[in-house]
């Protein structure tokens, strides 16, 4: 039978056949030929060709399975590292993807027999995590790119310094939080006593709270049947002994006295006095002075916002001009780029001790000093006033409340 035409049908469907995947059986590794059927794969081992290739295989047999291990392991794991990248997946989706491609490295001519062995070499050597579960062998791609490393590690080192900078911000809030609390005054704690009655003709009123949107009337009668059932109570000596309240709810009440059954309120001290009108007089004048804008021309200042980039982050600038009192113009002491920037993105600078500073905020405020020491613990500096009415006293200010003079 003659060979059939081009275009015949025959011809048309053994081509298409001849383009798609065969079985990996009847694939010849060595001559790369696919065969479609089995007798086709044993007319081709019987071929002149194919024994020259075994000839030539036979004189050197490592080489070659040498040869084609490194194809399939490379191929393999270049197709995982760019399908998957570093996610864990089963490694027979992998391998089902590598063999779709027609030209692909055949295992049989590989020196692993089975996938499951190609997987543990995997792990062994390191190039792959693997872990075997009841649903089969799962593999996780290791990126050793030495970019990939690097920037795994500027991630981290980037981490690890906003880590620091929130570390130190709630630092400084629990610290003025801290300072807040010390100056109030220790709220005073309530004194229980027990209830005892000195005479028999003695009457106990208890003054119950009553809710606000209760009646006048209803506020009567409840205090007056208090006032009777604690007397009735009382009437037994064995229960006054066990009974106790604070002495703040309760009060006792001679019988001819017709005062109040609330109480008076504790008179305050002449001293006391003086030192709440000292404290007034000390919050409004602080309160008076402090204002939330502290930018000053000729001052040193640090960029701490991130959006301009590493160039300027964390960068020292001069303070050239104040616009409306929040916005500053500055001037970068290394490249001397000027920027305009809004107060929230700029930070005072605290110089070494010995050099002059301005005082930004508080009562001082627009007064120059020389730094005299720190104390870390306190979030404070020790300044002398070298200006103004008390020039050359020592005062304490916090960080944020002055900084460097250019």
Request: aromatic residues 8%.
């Amino acid at each position: 039978m003659g060979k059939a035409d081009f275009l015949s049908p025959k011809a048309i469907s053994n081509r298409i056949k001849s383009k798609g995947l065969q079985k990996l059986r009847w694939y010849c590794q060595m001559c790369q030929k696919q065969c479609r059927d089995e007798n086709g794969f044993k007319c081709h081992c019987m071929s002149e060709s194919h024994q020259r290739q075994l000839l030539l295989a036979s004189e050197n047999p490592t080489k070659f399975m040498d040869y084609f291990s490194d194809e399939f392991k490379s191929d393999f794991l270049e197709l995982l590292r760019r399908r998957f990248g570093t996610k864990r997946v089963h490694n027979n989706i992998v391998y089902n993807e590598y063999i779709s491609h027609r030209e692909h490295v055949h295992m049989n001519s590989t020196q692993w027999e089975t996938l499951t062995d190609f997987t543990k070499w995997l792990g062994r050597k390191g190039l792959c995590k693997v872990d075997e579960t009841p649903k089969g062998w799962y593999i996780q791609y290791v990126d050793r790119d030495p970019e990939t490393i690097r920037r795994q590690e500027e991630q981290a080192r980037k981490k690890k310094q906003e880590l620091d900078d929130e570390e130190r911000s709630a630092k400084f809030i629990q610290e003025q939080v801290r300072r807040g609390m010390d100056g109030k005054e220790a709220e005073a704690q309530p004194v229980y006593t027990e209830l005892k009655r000195e005479s028999e003709e003695e009457k106990v009123a208890f003054n119950l709270s009553t809710p606000v949107a209760s009646s006048s009337k209803s506020s009567s009668v409840l205090g007056a049947s208090s006032v009777l059932g604690a007397s009735s109570v009382l009437g037994a000596s064995s229960v006054l002994g066990a009974l106790k309240a604070p002495a703040s709810s309760v009060k006792r009440k001679e019988a001819p006295s017709g005062s109040d059954s609330r109480g008076e309120k504790k008179k305050k001290s002449a001293l006391e006095e003086i030192m709440e009108i000292e404290e007034k007089k000390k919050k409004r004048q602080s309160s008076a002075v402090r204002t939330d804008y502290w930018l000053q021309p000729n001052i040193v200042v640090k960029i701490v916002t991130k959006k301009l980039g590493d160039k300027y982050h964390k960068k020292k600038a001069v303070v050239m001009e104040v616009k409306e009192k929040y916005g500053a113009v500055v001037k970068m002491i290394d490249s001397g780029d000027k920027l305009k920037l809004d107060q929230n993105h700029l930070q005072t600078v605290i110089p070494a001790p010995g050099k002059r500073v301005l005082i930004l905020n508080g009562p001082y405020r627009d007064t120059e000093a020389l730094l005299e020491g720190i104390d870390e613990k306190k979030f404070s500096a020790t300044l002398m006033l070298d200006s103004g009415p008390q020039k050359g006293d020592m005062v304490d200010i916090a960080y944020e409340d002055f900084s460097k003079l250019a």
